[in-house]
Nanobody, 118 residues
Framework: VQLVESGGALVQPGGSLRLSCAAS????????MSWYRQAPGKERELVAA????????NYAESMKGRFTISRDNAKNTVYLQMNSLKPEDTAVYFC????????????WGQGTQVTVSS
């Protein structure tokens, strides 16, 4: 099983980035996919999540209206479009795959660094 994030970069405040997470080794469409982030000295927090078919999405309150999660099950890839970036969005962003049936299966990527700074 692999989750490989990409797209992290240094960007100026107000800018945009699109993160990608390429999955392999499991049935991608059967898993809920999420993006989490962890800033230095802080706990990892949920950014956004999307169901297996891509019908339902959820966002942390501070990301609503700025971030969009999407997935392409044909490409086994989940995306996070981030607009209007703020310095407080600086963090390592992690991809997560999870399903709860018939038992808990959960996988994490290695993370990609996003730095928002002028």
């Amino acid at each position: 099983v692999q989750l490989v994030e990409s797209g992290g970069a240094l960007v100026q405040p107000g800018g945009s980035l699109r993160l990608s997470c390429a999955a392999s080794g499991f049935t991608f469409s059967s898993y809920h996919m999420s993006w989490y982030r962890q800033a230095p000295g802080k706990e990892r927090e949920l950014v956004a999540a999307i169901t297996g078919a891509g019908i339902t999405t959820n966002y942390a309150e501070s990301m609503k209206g700025r971030f969009t999660i999407s997935r392409d099950n044909a490409k086994n890839t989940v995306y996070l479009q981030m607009n209007s970036l703020k310095p407080e969005d600086t963090a390592v962003y992690f991809c997560n795959a999870k399903r709860n049936w018939p038992k808990l299966y959960e996988y994490w990527g290695q993370g990609t660094q996003v730095t928002v700074s002028s």
